[in-house]
C-alpha cells in the first residue's frame, strides 16, 4: 500500500480513480500510449477489482461474454464465455500485476472532490485517507473518472411498505453476509436482473424454496458456460486472428439475438 505526507501538492500527469475493469484499462493506455506520462490509480478500497472484488454473493458470474467483455490487449484465454467472479477478479490481478499497473495503486485513497483551474490549466483533485481521514491534495493535467455506476458503500434499496415487521433475513446482494445459511429456508428474490438470474440458481441448490419476484416477464434462455462458435473459431482460424476474430464473431452474433 502507497500512502503519501501532505508536506507538498504532488503533481501527476494522469490521475485515475477507480481500480476496477475500466480504472486498470485506463492505467494500461496511459502506460503504452503515454509512457512519458506520470500516473496513479486512486482505490477508495484495499483491493483492486471493483465489481469483481466486492461482491460476494453465491453464483456470481459475468453477464457478457468474456471474449468481448475482456481486454482486447489481454484477450481472454479460457474455455469458458460465462465466468465466475473469482476468475474474473484474478484475470484483472493477472493484468495489473504483469503490466506493473498495480505499483501504481494507491489504496485506501478515496477522491473528495476535483476541482478545474482554466488558469493553472490542471485539476486540484482532494483525497482523504480511508484510515485516518487525513486529507491532502493532489494535482493532475488529466482526470479520468473510472468509478462505475455503483454506490459501493450503499446499494440501492426500494422502500417496501412494512419492511419493519418482517422477521426474516433482509439482504442486499451487493453486501451479501459472510456464511449466511440457506439450507432448508424459503428464499424470495426481488427483481429479474443480471444478479437475479446469476443468484437465484445457486440459491435454488440449497434453500428448500426459491421465488423469483418479477415486474415485467423476460425471456431467459438457458445456455452452456463455453461457447461453440468462440470454440469452433479458435480451432480454425489462424493464431494472428483467432482472438480478433473471435471477439468480432460473438459481438455481433450477440446483436442478433
Same mark, same amino acid.
Given at each position: 500500500m502507497t500512502r503519501h505526507s501532505p508536506s507538498d501538492v504532488e503533481h501527476l500527469d494522469v490521475l485515475i480513480v477507480g481500480a476496477g475493469l475500466s480504472g486498470i484499462a485506463a492505467a494500461h493506455y496511459v502506460r503504452t500510449d503515454c509512457p512519458w506520462a506520470s500516473y496513479a490509480v486512486l482505490e477508495a478500497r484495499e483491493a483492486l477489482g471493483g465489481t469483481w472484488d466486492l461482491f460476494r454473493y453465491p453464483g456470481i458470474r459475468s453477464d457478457s461474454d468474456m471474449f468481448t467483455f475482456g481486454y482486447s490487449f489481454r484477450p481472454w484465454k479460457r474455455p469458458e464465455a460465462i465466468a465466475k467472479g473469482e476468475t474474473i477478479l484474478a484475470y484483472l490481478q493477472e493484468t495489473a500485476s504483469e503490466e506493473g499497473i498495480d505499483r501504481h495503486i494507491r489504496f485506501g485513497t478515496r477522491v473528495i472532490a476535483a476541482d478545474w483551474s482554466t488558469e493553472d490549466a490542471r485539476w486540484?483533485?482532494?483525497?482523504?485517507?480511508?484510515?485516518?481521514?487525513?486529507?491532502?491534495?493532489?494535482?493532475?493535467?488529466?482526470?479520468?473518472?473510472?468509478?462505475?455506476?455503483?454506490?459501493?458503500?450503499?446499494?440501492?434499496?426500494?422502500?417496501?411498505?412494512?419492511?419493519?415487521?418482517?422477521?426474516?433475513?433482509?439482504?442486499?446482494?451487493?453486501?451479501?453476509?459472510?456464511?449466511?445459511?440457506?439450507?432448508?429456508?424459503? *428464499?424470495?428474490?426481488?427483481?429479474?436482473? &443480471?444478479?437475479? @438470474? =446469476?443468484? *437465484?440458481?445457486?440459491?435454488?441448490?440449497? &434453500?428448500?424454496? @426459491? =421465488?423469483?419476484?418479477?415486474?415485467?416477464p423476460t425471456y431467459i434462455a438457458s445456455v452452456p458456460s463455453t461457447n461453440p462458435i468462440a470454440s469452433r473459431l479458435r480451432k480454425i482460424l489462424p493464431s494472428r486472428y483467432r482472438d480478433g476474430g473471435v471477439r468480432w464473431a460473438l459481438a455481433l452474433s450477440s446483436q442478433g439475438f
Open positions: 486540484s483533485v482532494t483525497v482523504e485517507d480511508t484510515v485516518s481521514g487525513e486529507r491532502t491534495t493532489l494535482t493532475c493535467s488529466f482526470y479520468i473518472n473510472c468509478t462505475g455506476y455503483y454506490r459501493y458503500d450503499h446499494g440501492y434499496q426500494p422502500d417496501f411498505p412494512g419492511r419493519d415487521a418482517y422477521q426474516g433475513t433482509f439482504i442486499h446482494p451487493q453486501h451479501w453476509l459472510e456464511g449466511l445459511d440457506v439450507d432448508g429456508k424459503t *428464499v424470495v428474490v426481488i427483481g429479474s436482473g &443480471a444478479t437475479a @438470474v =446469476t443468484l *437465484v440458481p445457486a440459491l435454488a441448490r440449497r &434453500a428448500a424454496q @426459491v =421465488t423469483m419476484l418479477q415486474r415485467s
